[in-house]
């Protein structure tokens, strides 16, 4: 096989759902289902887990803390359901982009929305309230 390939035809073929409704395996494909959980793994441990997706992930979180805190996104906005499914990474950005003039929203514009990355996350200590709660 060759690497980094994953052959999920291969895959579907060999597997059946039983019926207590688990996925099971052949033990032809046993070599292929190996490599799959493996490649997964990798994936996960050095793209998902990476320490910069964790700081990005934290600076995310914390502007969305603020914004709800400042009201630049409105409860209504998270709490009501068909309007949440419009809260995407595209509208927070354009929301951020529009208040990136002022200085306390400066900094987190430049590392969300331009990629400026951080060493550290420089954030951790701060904390923002959320009023109402």
Do not use: W
Not at 108 to 113: G, I, Q, R, T
């Amino acid at each position: 096989m060759k690497y980094g390939f994953i052959p999920l035809d291969r895959l579907l073929e060999v597997m059946e759902i039983n019926s207590d409704g688990k996925y099971i395996f052949d033990s032809k494909g046993r070599d292929d289902l190996e490599h799959f959980l493996i490649a997964r793994y990798h994936m996960y441990s050095a793209v998902y887990n990476h320490p910069v997706i964790g700081i990005m992930n934290g600076i995310m979180a914390y502007t969305i803390a603020k914004m709800i805190d400042d009201n630049i996104i409105t409860r209504e906005e998270i709490e009501d359901c068909e309007k949440l499914v419009n809260f995407t990474d595209d509208a927070l950005l354009f929301k951020l982009k529009n208040v990136s003039s002022r200085a306390e929203y400066k900094h987190l514009y430049e590392a969300l929305y331009l990629r400026k990355k951080y060493k550290k996350i420089i954030l951790e200590r701060q904390r923002v309230s959320l009023r109402g709660s």
